[in-house]
């Protein structure tokens, strides 16, 4: 019974124009509502989804968009970043896969696995992070939606890798082969003095975009753009903790760490490395 309701969402998910659907929730998720209209509807989201607004920098009735609401800010000192923190989780979100990346693959889920060369974009990022930890992070609809650099160094380069946009919940995980491949990612390639970091934000259906705080040029599920990488003659510097880019409606973050940076394979919620010991 199990396996036919799989079978029967997956062709239903195969059928549906992911890609133009995100579109329009994207669109209408950005149209201005008379604020008689709006305000009840987003105490319904909110209730509906728990959202926590004691820590929004706005309130409700200072959202012009549904958009907004999803993309809001934290107030100012909300999540202070532990003093000595090296490196930080990068969302509010749920930590659903830390793998070791063996022979150019990373763990998608029990019993599959997707290549690293065709997540990134490249061989020659790819071998970067062999033995390395991955880190894979889920943001739902509850959560704060902007993604913090999880360490301090240069942004070197971003790749735009469009693609499709399956969902990114529990179910596709388990059942869509090579599920992050196939979606659409944004590769934020960090450089420290020593190694460097791929933060990567991947689409998801109904995500109607991914920003970037540094790079407004960088905009995803657009319809004429094309894949590119943008290297940076002058790298913007980037703090640990330090806002990075924009879910507009959540998605999944995978974090890539070269081969000794994080010795060990499971984690906390909170700073990761605090003057260099583990917490």
């Not at 990567?200 to 040029?217: E, K, R, W, Y």
């Not at 990075?244 to 890539?256: A, D, K, P, R, W």
Request: glycine share 8%; hydrophobic share 40%; charged share 20%.
């Amino acid at each position: 019974m199990e396996s036919l309701k799989s079978w029967i969402v997956g062709i239903l998910l195969y059928l549906l124009p992911k890609n133009l659907l995100s579109q329009v929730v994207g669109k209408a998720a950005d149209v201005p509502w008379p604020k008689p209209l709006l305000v009840p509807l987003l105490k319904i989201f909110v209730r509906y989804y728990k959202i926590d607004m004691s820590e929004a920098e706005k309130s409700l009735q200072e959202c012009r968009t549904l958009n907004e609401l999803f993309t809001r800010r934290l107030k100012p000192g909300c999540r202070p970043i532990a003093q000595g923190a090296q490196i930080v989780h990068p969302s509010d979100s749920r930590l659903t896969q830390c793998s070791v990346v063996v022979k150019g693959t990373i763990i998608q889920a029990k019993g599959k696995c997707y290549e690293i060369a065709k997540f990134l974009g490249g061989v020659e990022i790819a071998n970067c992070f062999e033995g390395g930890v991955s880190l894979t992070y889920y943001l739902c609809p509850t959560d704060y939606h902007r993604v913090h650099s999880p360490v301090t160094g240069e942004i070197c380069s971003v790749t735009y890798l469009p693609g499709e946009l399956w969902p990114v919940n529990e179910w596709s995980v388990k059942n869509i082969s090579n599920l992050f491949s196939r979606n659409e990612r944004v590769v934020v390639e960090i450089e420290r003095a020593r190694d460097r970091v791929a933060v990567v934000l991947v689409g998801a259906t109904n995500v109607g975009q991914i920003s970037l705080a540094f790079d407004p040029t960088v905009r995803s599920n657009q319809k004429s753009v094309e894949g590119f990488k943008t290297v940076y003659k002058a790298k913007p510097k980037i703090g640990v903790g330090e806002e990075l880019g924009t879910f507009h409606m959540g998605s999944t973050v995978i974090v890539l760490y070269e081969k000794g940076v994080i010795p060990f394979e499971r984690v906390r919620v909170g700073p990761v490395l605090v003057g260099g010991q583990l917490v």
